[in-house]
C-alpha cells in the first residue's frame, strides 16, 4: 500500500507528501475520501498542492482503471491520472517558452540557472493551477499546458488567457525577487490554440508518464508562441472566438508559420475587457428578440415605478443557468435607459474565490476607469477624481 500511494503521488508531482501519507495510513482506497480540511490535517498547506491532489483523486476513481500492485488480494484504484483509452476532446494548448534562455545559459552558473528555471516553472505551474488547468510538461524552459482535460469548463479557452496573462504578470514579480538576485531580466512568451484533438495514449514511464495529445492544435500553440514577442500572449482564431469579448486584442493580420499550410490569423491579449458582465462580453453584437418573459419583465417594472416613488424595492431573481436571468436584467436596463438614473453592477467570477470583495473591487476600478498600463499613482489619482 505506502509504495502504491508513494508512486501515485510521484506520478502527479507532489512525492514530497509520501512519507506523510504513509505515516498516516492513507492508501489508494482512501483517495476517493481526500478533502480540504483532512488534507491541511496532512500538512499539505499549499492551495494549488491540495486542487491538484483532489483533481488527481476525482480522476482517479472516476476512471476506476486497475493498478499494477495488489493490496491484501484486493485490487487498488488505478495511480495512473490519465484516461485508459485516448477520447476525442476540444482542448486549449497552452506553450509558455523563457525568452532568451541561450544567452541565460552563457551568464548564469548551472546552479544559478537551474534555481532560476525552478522559479520560472514553479510560477507558470501556480498560474496554471489556479485557473485549474493542467501541466502536461516541463521541457527545459518551455512548459506544455492543458485546459479542458482532464478536467473541463464551459470557459477553458477564457481560462487559459487568464492563465497566460497571469504568468506575464507573475514574471514580472519574479525579477523584483529571483532576477533581481542574480542580475537578470526574464521574460516570457505565452501562445495557445483551441481545437479538437485525441487525448489519452499514455507514453513514458513512471513520473514521466504523460497523456499524448495528437492533432494540429498542440503544433499550431507551439508556432503561435513563436510568434510571442517577450511578455506577450499571442493566440489562435478558436481561441479567439471562445473568449468573445472578454478581452482586449491587437489584431496581428494573417500569418504564415512554419509547418502549417494555411495562413493563420493571431492576435495579441492586451488585457482583460472592462465590461459590467460577461453576458455583456459574449454578446456585445445585439440580441435576438426577447419571447415569453413579458410577466416578468412587467413585474420588474411594477417595481421599479415603486422604488421612483419612494417606496424601496429589492428584487431577487433566481434561477438554473442558461434560463435568461442576464437577458431578463439586460431587457429591464433597456426600457428604464431613457430615465436619470445610476446603474451599479457587481459580478462574482470563479476566477477570484479567494478575494470577497473582488466584485466591488471591480466595479470601482471600471467607474474610475482603470486602465491595464496605469501606475499606482495614475490609479489613485483617478480613484480620488472619482470620490
Excluded at 93 to 121: H, I, K, N, W
Excluded at 172 to 198: C, F, I, P, S, W
Excluded at 338 to 357: F, G, I, K, T
Aim: hydrophobic share 40%; net charge negative.
Amino acid at each position: 500500500m505506502a509504495e502504491n500511494i508513494r508512486r501515485w503521488l510521484q506520478s502527479i508531482g507532489l512525492e514530497q507528501f509520501a512519507e506523510t501519507f504513509e505515516d498516516n495510513a492513507i492508501g489508494l482506497e482512501h483517495l476517493p475520501d481526500l478533502d480540504h480540511e483532512i488534507l491541511k490535517e496532512l500538512g499539505v498547506r499549499a492551495v494549488g498542492h491540495r486542487l491538484t491532489i483532489l483533481r488527481a483523486a476525482a480522476d482517479c476513481s472516476q476512471r476506476g482503471t486497475a493498478d499494477n500492485a495488489e493490496d491484501d488480494g484486493k485490487t487498488a484504484p488505478s495511480a495512473n491520472v490519465f484516461a485508459a483509452e485516448a477520447e476525442r476532446r476540444q482542448l486549449t494548448v497552452m506553450f509558455c517558452d523563457l525568452a532568451g534562455s541561450t544567452e541565460l545559459s552563457q551568464r548564469l552558473d548551472p546552479e544559478d540557472l537551474s534555481e532560476v528555471t525552478r522559479a520560472y516553472q514553479d510560477a507558470c505551474k501556480a498560474a496554471v493551477e489556479r485557473y485549474e488547468g493542467y501541466v502536461a510538461r516541463y521541457m527545459g524552459d518551455g512548459v506544455l499546458a492543458y485546459f479542458g482535460y482532464p478536467q473541463a469548463h464551459e470557459d477553458d479557452a477564457e481560462r487559459a488567457i487568464h492563465a497566460g496573462l497571469s504568468v506575464v504578470d507573475a514574471i514580472g514579480r519574479l525579477n523584483k525577487t529571483t532576477g533581481h538576485e542574480r542580475g537578470v531580466d526574464l521574460r516570457v512568451r505565452v501562445g495557445m490554440a483551441t481545437g479538437q484533438v485525441v487525448v489519452g495514449d499514455i507514453v513514458g514511464e513512471g513520473a514521466a508518464q504523460e497523456s499524448a495529445v495528437v492533432g494540429e492544435t498542440p503544433n499550431l500553440a507551439a508556432r503561435l508562441q513563436a510568434l510571442a514577442e517577450p511578455n506577450t500572449v499571442v493566440i489562435g482564431r478558436g481561441t479567439y472566438e471562445l473568449a468573445a469579448g472578454r478581452f482586449d486584442y491587437q489584431d496581428l493580420g494573417v500569418r504564415k508559420l512554419k509547418g502549417i499550410e494555411a495562413p493563420v490569423p493571431a492576435w495579441r491579449v492586451v488585457a482583460p475587457a472592462s465590461v459590467a458582465s460577461r453576458f455583456e462580453a459574449l454578446h456585445g453584437s445585439g440580441f435576438t428578440p426577447l419571447v415569453g418573459r413579458e410577466h416578468e419583465i412587467g413585474l420588474l417594472l411594477e417595481r421599479w415605478e415603486q422604488a421612483k416613488d419612494g417606496d424601496g424595492q429589492v428584487v431577487l431573481l433566481s434561477g438554473e443557468a442558461g434560463i435568461g436571468k442576464s437577458r431578463i436584467t439586460e431587457t429591464l436596463s433597456e426600457r428604464t435607459g431613457a430615465e436619470q438614473r445610476a446603474c451599479l453592477r457587481y459580478q462574482c467570477s470563479p476566477y477570484h474565490a479567494n478575494s470577497a470583495l473582488h466584485p466591488v473591487i471591480e466595479q470601482l476600478e471600471r467607474a474610475a476607469r482603470f486602465g491595464p498600463e496605469d501606475s499606482n499613482e495614475s490609479k489613485l489619482e483617478k480613484l480620488e477624481s472619482l470620490l
